[in-house]
């Protein structure tokens, strides 16, 4: 394991803390989590997603705070798709970004599933979403459930909220 991982474990209740979180509860998914993707997200993508703007490790007060300003969108919430009004008034930057995972279309809507592969989202960030959570929670219904997920902008890794599929 190289530097990124001696650097996570560093902060072991931290590790704890987020993993509750992120990814979703691990037994939902069969054979949860794949080694290859367990390996991805600990050891190359997690430690980046948790650092401080000055490169020391984030507390996970200061992850939570960033994460709950940041939707990842990959389907009808995208500007210009049929549920865009959902966050069409709030004030907030939008950002190309990619997701490790797919998104396949089940019905007429798209599901994400955690994976290591790259696909094509959105990074919408906004300090109002704070107070849009539950109305968004319910809009997904229970088709979904919102996890912190990792996203590629800028090629810099961070975390941020993303509405995936609910398999049980």
């Not at 430690?47 to 000055?54: F, Q, R, T, Y």
């Not at 979403?129 to 996203?151: A, C, H, M, Q, T």
Request: net charge negative; proline share 7%.
């Amino acid at each position: 394991m190289g530097g990124h991982g001696a650097t996570w474990r560093i902060c072991r209740d931290d590790e704890q803390q987020v993993i509750q979180k992120f990814p979703p509860h691990w037994q939902e998914f069969p054979d949860w989590p794949p080694t290859e993707l367990s390996s991805f997200l600990i050891d190359a993508i997690l430690p980046d997603c948790l650092k401080a703007e000055n490169g020391s490790l984030a507390s996970l007060l200061e992850v939570k705070e960033q994460v709950a300003t940041r939707l990842i969108v990959y389907g009808t919430l995208a500007p210009g798709m049929e549920n865009s009004d959902q966050l069409a008034d709030l004030q907030g930057r939008w950002f190309e970004a990619r997701v490790p995972g797919r998104i396949d279309r089940n019905n007429r809507y798209p599901f994400f599933y955690p994976g290591t592969e790259l696909c094509h989202a959105l990074l919408f960030e906004s300090e109002a979403l704070n107070s849009r959570w539950s109305d968004l929670d319910r809009f997904e219904g229970s088709e979904y459930r919102r996890i912190w997920w990792p996203v590629l902008v800028n090629e810099k890794w961070t975390l941020a909220n993303l509405y995936a599929a609910r398999l049980s």
